[in-house]
């Protein structure tokens, strides 16, 4: 599986969903939609998005990592 971060592409506001979506092997499509549905129910969905937002690691550009 690949590690928790933030993609540098594929981003739509913060990366939380191509993250996700990468990390579970789906499509960032399909993970923007369960986001999407998930916020028709009653919950914390939108501050879980909000911290994965700060909290998650932007993934390093290749320039950097040498």
Not at 1 to 17: E, F, K, Q
Not at 21 to 50: D, E, H, K, N, W
Not at 52 to 66: D, Q
């Amino acid at each position: 599986m690949a590690a928790l971060t933030r993609p540098r592409d594929g981003r739509v506001i913060g990366g939380v969903c191509a993250a996700l979506a990468r990390r579970f092997g789906i499509s960032a499509t399909t993970m923007r939609v369960i986001f999407v549905a998930s916020c028709l129910l009653p919950g914390p969905q939108f501050l879980i998005y909000l911290a994965l937002w700060v909290f998650l690691p932007a993934e390093k550009s290749a320039s950097a990592a040498w």
